[in-house]
C-alpha cells in the first residue's frame, strides 16, 4: 500500500485574501477555485500547491471552527536552507514569529500568515 497526504486544510477569516498571501506572496500555484453552494458570492472551495506539488493546502473559512484561525496550523514546511528562505520570504513581507535558529534536530522558523496562523519551517533532511 502506497499512502500520502493529498491536501491540508488551513482555517483562514478571508479566502480572497489567503489566496493572494499563498499565491502572490509565498509563491504557490492555484490548482482549484469553485463555489461551495448555489451563491457565487458565498464560500469558495480554493485549493493551492507548493511548487513542489507535494499536497493541496485547501483555504478553508469554518463558521463552526472560527476559533481555529490565528493558532498554531501543525502545518510544517521545509527547504533546503531556512536561512535563505527566512531573508526572501521576508523580503515579500512574510511575518516570521521566530527566525532561524539551529536547534538539536535541526534548523527551525516559524512563520505567519495574514490571519496569524503560524507555520513552521524546517531544513529538508532533518
Given at each position: 500500500m502506497?499512502?500520502g ?11 480572497e ?5 499563498w499565491?502572490?506572496?509565498m509563491?504557490?500555484?492555484l490548482?482549484?477555485?469553485m463555489p461551495?453552494?448555489?451563491d457565487?458570492?458565498?464560500p ?11 499536497v ?15 493558532t ?37 522558523s ?7 496562523n ?8 532533518e
Amino acid at each position: 500500500m502506497n499512502l500520502g497526504v493529498r491536501s491540508v486544510s488551513l482555517y483562514v477569516s478571508d479566502q480572497e485574501h489567503a489566496k493572494r498571501f499563498w499565491t502572490e506572496t509565498m509563491g504557490f500555484e492555484l490548482v482549484r477555485e469553485m463555489p461551495l453552494g448555489d451563491d457565487p458570492n458565498g464560500p469558495r472551495w480554493i485549493e493551492v500547491a507548493p511548487p513542489d506539488r507535494s499536497v493541496l493546502l485547501v483555504l478553508y473559512t469554518p463558521p463552526e471552527h472560527a476559533d481555529r484561525v490565528g493558532t498554531f496550523s501543525n502545518v510544517i514546511f521545509h527547504c533546503d536552507d531556512v536561512e535563505a528562505a527566512f531573508r526572501e520570504l521576508t523580503a515579500r513581507g512574510v511575518e516570521f514569529a521566530e527566525p532561524p535558529t539551529r536547534q538539536f534536530w535541526g534548523w527551525w522558523s516559524v512563520f505567519r500568515d495574514p490571519d496569524g496562523n503560524l507555520y513552521g519551517l524546517g531544513k529538508r533532511g532533518e
